[in-house]
């Protein structure tokens, strides 16, 4: 079993940036495919990016060029480095954990808001 905790939501003015944080607990955290998701208002729940066990990762073509996934697996956490910030990125993000293989079982955080004024 997974728990999952993000920090590093706020409110920031377009243009800028933000660091999402998502700490881990429990086994087999390396073997995960770890990821981060977002939710506007009245819309669906959409990837924006993913990294696997061994590092390689994948983004929504939305940000491309601004936001950066990474993980430390020594200390269980994963980052969403968020450059560039526009109106559009405001939503709930949310940190999710994906074991790699069977029973291919999904885990997600709360939620962290991330609010980018114009």
């Known amino acids: 079993q997974v728990q999952l905790v993000e920090s590093g939501g706020g409110l920031v003015q377009a243009g800028g940036s933000l660091r999402l944080s998502c700490a881990a607990s429990?086994?087999?955290?390396?073997?995960?495919?770890m990821g981060w998701y977002r939710q506007a208002p009245g819309q669906q729940r959409e990837l924006v990016a993913v990294?696997?066990?061994?590092?390689?990762?994948n983004y929504a073509d939305s940000v491309k060029g601004r936001f950066t996934i990474s993980r430390d697996n020594a200390k269980n956490t994963v980052y969403l480095q968020m450059n560039s910030l526009k109106p559009e990125d405001t939503a709930v993000y949310y940190c999710?954990?994906?074991?790699?293989?069977?029973?291919?079982?999904?885990?997600w955080g709360k939620g962290t808001l991330v609010t980018v004024s114009s």
């Open positions: 429990g086994s087999s955290f390396g073997t995960n495919v």
């Open positions: 999710n954990a994906r074991q790699s293989g069977w029973p291919f079982m999904n885990y």
């Open positions: 990294v696997t066990s061994g590092g390689t990762s």
